[in-house]
Nanobody
Framework: QVTLVESGGGLVQAGGSLRLSCVVSGRTFTNMNMGWFRQAPGKEREFVAAYWSGPNTRYADSVKGRFTISRDNTKNTVYLQMNSLESGDTAVYYC???????????????WGQGTQVTVSS
C-alpha cells in the first residue's frame, strides 16, 4: 500500500508561480516512478510531468520549459514547481505512483486526492 498527500495548490495570477508537494509513504521512495497529472472540469485526466526511477524526467509539451519536477529523498517528497502559469493550467493536480515508467494515467497504481490550482487572468 502506498499513500500520497498533495499540498500547495491555490489561486494565483497569470504569470505567477506555485510549488506543489506530494509526500509519499509505503514504498522505497528512491525507486518509485512518480507522476503529476491534472484534470479540468469536463476533461480527461492528462499527464503533466514525471520523475521516473533511472533517473529520468518527462514533461507534457504544454508545460515544458515552465514546470519542473523534482524529488527530495530525505523527505519522501516529490515537487512540481510551476512558473509562468497560464489560465489553461487551471485544474486539480494529482500525484501518482506506478510500477512502470509511463505518461498514461491508467498505468499508475496509487493516487493522491488532488490539490486545486486556479490561475486568474
Amino acid at each position: 500500500q502506498v499513500t500520497l498527500v498533495e499540498s500547495g495548490g491555490g489561486l494565483v495570477q497569470a504569470g505567477g508561480s506555485l510549488r506543489l508537494s506530494c509526500v509519499v509513504s509505503g514504498r522505497t521512495f528512491t525507486n518509485m516512478n512518480m507522476g503529476w497529472f491534472r484534470q479540468a472540469p469536463g476533461k480527461e485526466r492528462e499527464f503533466v510531468a514525471a520523475y521516473w526511477s533511472g533517473p529520468n524526467t518527462r514533461y507534457a509539451d504544454s508545460v515544458k520549459g515552465r514546470f519542473t519536477i523534482s524529488r527530495d529523498n530525505t523527505k519522501n517528497t516529490v515537487y512540481l514547481q510551476m512558473n509562468s502559469l497560464e489560465s489553461g493550467d487551471t485544474a486539480v493536480y494529482y500525484c501518482a505512483v506506478g510500477s512502470i515508467p509511463s505518461s498514461r494515467f491508467s498505468e499508475y497504481d496509487y493516487w493522491g486526492q488532488g490539490t486545486q490550482v486556479t490561475v486568474s487572468s
